[in-house]
């Protein structure tokens, strides 16, 4: 019993030596013998860091901080315009660099001790901190928002703090091996020199700064992520050739790809409570599974696990390209959601066209006219919860009903007035409208949410053209930066025909699809297109087939010849 509880309750160190062979403190001396340094001599005698083959659990749960900021962000945020779709990109980046320089240390030197757990935590806090501060983040209005961007600065400042004191540590453990205090000594200049320029933006942003001052984030995360893999390219004793680092960028594209079920489960909840389970509704749904189970394939079965052999500066290359395909996926899953939210809301607006359409047909006199359409807009603005007072449609009924003559202008004008005010209250039930002309997150009303509602329905119609662009745009760079993806993973491992096929039918598939974008050069092919059923399935239909083609690729290809480069589907596995 007392062995089992040991066994269960193990006592954690305050401090642990992320060495292989564990001396009795930082000052202790490290023999240079053979089991202190790798397997195949790599770094002639200097000291060899733990190699990790997979994630530990407390590394998962740091992800999933990842995602629950992401999904948070994403349901406040609707990319509405151009310059929103830039603020959603750039807090992307931020988030996603700052959860990169967090697994960069892990990868290779984090090691479970009380330290790392403390570290891990501020980690965790600061991931929470950019989920409060990331509801009022906009970029295009820096001024407006300078307490926002004060406190983005004060939280990227704290996560390169903890980042100098854990490089700092393990820095103690090595001193007297130059091989590796130089590399570690640019990673902590390079996060010095981030959290001191961090902390000075916090005094640089006031409502009378310039609104471009947000810009030097990115430079600094930039210049950090190149910092770190360059010295770990120039010094081999502290890069990620050893590492799970390849696990760990798979790990996060399984993350997305479940944030974007979650985002695909909440734009179903609006058919559920439409009851509007129509065949075109139900193949929305059915393409948007197979959309994503169709990246999932794409992505885990034609990577293989990286090869310490091969080309570090590759390996590097590989990982950062993961920040632009993450970025395309995001955009693909949520350009998903939101396509399938328009086609069930323009079904909904083809009844109501057709329910008041038979009512004008089968009335005889516009006093029955006006009730029905009385009765029947009240029965609609219940059934999509619309405001009251915002939808009032009372006056264009008692319009319609004193206009005598049905066939006379103030009876036709009456009649679009109401149909037009049911179709602005269903865009308002599918939150189809411009972020500025919504309530905003902590529920004030916008300034502008009593206009005219024919300027509400062009809005509404404005937002998803740019929908329809990103959409296209996102599949097909996704499909291309899995080309670059695949190509990264093969240097240094050699390509066979198989391989150069895979890459080309991605670039040729993830072009067409991004040129699909160009029908919005004809406004009414756009328009014939976006009032189609066909926009989900058509990118569906693009990634399926690459899947069959991957699949044709590899039963066409001699067995020999993929195991002679290690490119079956044996060895896949489910990294990338």
Wanted: net charge negative.
């Amino acid at each position: 019993m007392e062995a089992r509880a040991k066994l269960r309750y193990r006592a954690l160190p305050l401090l642990a030596n992320p060495l292989k062979q564990e001396p009795f403190g930082p000052d202790s001396y490290v023999e240079k013998d053979e089991a202190m340094t790798t397997s195949d001599n790599r770094y002639n005698g200097t000291p060899a860091f733990r190699e990790k083959e997979e994630a530990s659990s407390i590394e998962l749960f740091y992800d999933l901080f990842f995602v629950a900021n992401l999904t948070s962000f994403t349901s406040i945020h609707a990319i509405d315009d151009r310059e929103t779709i830039l603020s959603y990109i750039g807090f992307f980046a931020l988030l996603w660099f700052t959860w990169l320089q967090v697994v960069l240390y892990d990868v290779r030197f984090g090691v479970d001790s009380l330290f790392e757990r403390l570290a891990k935590l501020v980690h965790i806090g600061v991931m929470i901190t950019f989920a409060i501060v990331g509801t009022r983040f906009d970029s295009s209005h820096p001024r407006s928002t300078y307490d926002t961007m004060r406190q983005i600065s004060i939280v990227l400042m704290i996560s390169r703090v903890v980042l100098i004191c854990q490089y700092g540590f393990v820095m103690l453990w090595v001193k007297g091996h130059k091989k590796i205090v130089t590399p570690l000594s640019i990673h902590v200049a390079a996060f010095t020199t981030g959290a001191v320029f961090c902390l000075s933006f916090f005094f640089t942003f006031t409502s009378r700064s310039s609104g471009q001052a947000y810009i030097a984030w990115y430079v600094i995360i930039a210049a950090e992520a190149l910092a770190v893999f360059f010295s770990a390219s120039q010094w081999t004793s502290v890069g990620f050739q050893r590492t799970n680092l390849s696990e760990r960028c798979g790990l996060l594209t399984l993350i997305i790809l479940g944030e974007g079920i979650i985002v695909l489960a909440k734009s179903m909840n609006y058919v559920v409570q439409g009851e509007n389970f129509s065949p075109a509704i139900v193949a929305q749904i059915i393409s948007a599974i197979f959309i994503i189970y169709s990246v999932y394939m794409l992505y885990f079965d034609t990577f293989t696990p990286h090869n310490p052999s091969s080309s570090p500066i590759c390996h590097h290359f590989w990982a950062l390209a993961h920040f632009p395909f993450h970025t395309a996926l995001v955009l693909l899953l949520e350009g998903t959601s939101r396509l399938i939210t328009w086609r069930n809301a323009i079904e909904i607006i083809n009844h109501v066209y057709e329910m008041y359409s038979t009512i004008w047909d089968s009335s005889t006199s516009t006093v029955d006219l006006a009730d029905q359409y009385a009765n029947s807009s009240y029965w609609l603005l219940q059934a999509v919860q619309a405001d009251q007072v915002k939808y009032n449609v009372t006056g264009y009924v008692n319009d319609l009903r004193m206009a005598g003559d049905k066939s006379s202008d103030v009876a036709s004008n009456a009649a679009f007035e109401i149909m037009i005010t049911i179709v602005n209250a269903t865009l308002k039930f599918f939150h189809i409208q411009p972020a500025h002309r919504q309530e905003d997150a902590l529920g004030d009303p916008s300034p502008e949410s009593n206009t005219d509602p024919y300027v509400d329905l062009e809005h509404a119609l404005v937002v998803y053209d740019l929908v329809f662009l990103y959409f296209f745009l996102a599949a097909g760079l996704t499909l291309v930066l899995m080309a670059l993806l695949i190509a990264l993973n093969r240097q240094g491992r050699g390509f066979h025909k198989g391989d150069w096929m895979s890459i080309g039918l991605r670039l040729v598939a993830g072009t067409g699809l991004a040129l699909v974008a160009a029908v919005k050069t004809s406004q009414m092919q756009e328009e014939r297109f976006l009032y189609s059923p066909w926009m989900v399935p058509t990118v569906m239909l693009g990634l399926l087939g690459t899947v069959v083609g991957d699949g044709i690729i590899g039963w066409a290809l001699p067995a020999r010849e993929n195991k002679k480069h290690g490119h079956d589907r044996g060895e896949r596995g489910g990294e990338a």
